[in-house]
């Protein structure tokens, strides 16, 4: 997990914003299904209106590296792993239809947005991310 996280800030530094100052890295407890936690980052200035963008399936948050520093001069731009993915928990995935496996993320991310605080947002998304 430490090499996977350094991987990942460097990544991010190459987006031309600087991990820990200019975005920060943290992880967001949830109660979904036990206690998890939901890999997220943060920047652009905290007054501007909020972007939340999702990966897509099997990504992972640094996907969107090459366009953050452009969209945190208009947005605070929050980038989350959704569960399962990237650098959040791995719960167990008892899913065996269409119906669980989008209550499984929808309620994870909507567990999420609630540890943050999140009422009034847009979002992006790629690929799974944006179904």
């Keep these: 997990m430490k090499r996977a996280l350094e991987l990942e800030e460097k990544a991010l530094a190459l987006s031309g914003l600087r991990p820990h100052k200019d975005i920060e890295i943290f992880d967001v407890p949830i109660r979904y299904k036990g206690s998890q936690l939901m890999h997220t980052i943060i920047c652009g200035h905290k007054n501007k209106e909020t972007l939340v963008l999702i990966h897509g399936y099997m990504g992972a948050l640094a996907l969107f ?5 452009d969209l945190s001069k ?11 993915l990237g650098l959040s928990s791995r719960p167990d995935f008892p899913c065996d239809n269409t119906k669980d496996t989008i209550n499984y993320f929808l309620d994870s ?4 947005r609630k540890a943050l605080n999140l009422k009034k947002f847009h979002m992006g998304g790629h690929s799974f991310g944006g179904y």
């Design 74 to 84: 208009r947005f605070r731009v929050i980038c989350v792993d959704l569960l399962g």
């Design 65 to 69: 590296y090459p366009i953050l520093k």
């Design 109 to 112: 991310l909507d567990q999420w």
